[in-house]
T-cell receptor, first 115, second 115 residues
């Protein structure tokens, strides 16, 4: 069965410094992986996705993530944090389970950006 | 504009009073799903639908019902709400789940309080 672990529930960075949000997954097949962002009182927006093409995936707002099969990781990074990046981030794996695909969400990482 | 809409956005109700949260998408998506979001637990899937008249239980289906009579609509029904169903609910849709690589589009959320 598949699962997703977001290793940090809260991350704080200073504006202009790099962001690293960590995600490990467990999957029996070839997963698709996604990062979503949720700003306060808003719905979820797709940041980027991996679907077995290039292992380094670029998303919106300068975010990118690298799929590392050997480490079963899909960490989200950004070179320079902006105040508007403050939000909650969810890592999601989509994989086949009992003949059907399911989406499994991590528990989220809340990113705080300090001025 | 491609979107998923939910109504109502906010609802306060009393224990046992039946309610329906509507969800509609205008993207001709096959796959639709309902999630609840609770602090520290991420999003958990309640029910999903692969297509019209095809629905199945997610991870936390107890106390909920759904129907999919039309492709665009996927209402969530709480026949007898209880306080433990107080939560933030999201509807989502996706082109297809057959290959697992399609991202979901989320509605704005419905904040439900059951007293």
């Amino acid at each position: 069965a598949q699962s997703v672990t977001q290793l940090d529930s809260h991350v704080s960075v200073s504006e202009g410094t790099p962001v690293l949000l960590r995600c490990n997954y467990s999957s029996s097949y070839s997963p698709s992986l996604f990062w979503y962002v949720q700003h306060p009182n808003k719905g979820l927006q797709l940041l980027l996705k991996y679907t077995s093409a290039a292992t380094l995936v670029k998303g919106i707002n300068g975010f990118e993530a690298e799929f590392k099969k050997s480490e079963t990781s899909f960490h989200l990074t950004k070179p320079s944090a902006h105040m508007s990046d403050a939000a909650e981030y969810f890592c999601v794996v989509s994989d086949r389970d009992s003949g059907t695909y399911k989406y499994i969400f991590g528990t989220g990482t809340r990113l705080k950006v300090l001025a | 504009e491609a979107q998923v809409t939910q109504n109502p956005r906010y609802l306060i109700t009393v224990t046992g009073k039946k309610l329906t949260v509507t969800c509609s998408q205008n993207m001709n998506h096959e796959y639709m799903s309902w999630y609840r979001q609770d602090p520290g637990l991420g999003l958990r899937q309640i029910y999903y639908s692969m297509n019209v008249e095809v629905t199945d239980k997610g991870d936390v289906p107890e106390g909920y019902k759904v129907s999919r009579k039309e492709k665009r609509n996927f209402p969530l029904i709480l026949e007898s709400p209880s306080p433990n169903q107080t939560s933030l609910y999201f509807c989502a849709s996706s082109l297809s789940l057959g290959r697992g690589g399609y991202e979901q589009y989320f509605g704005p959320g419905t904040r439900l309080t059951v007293t």
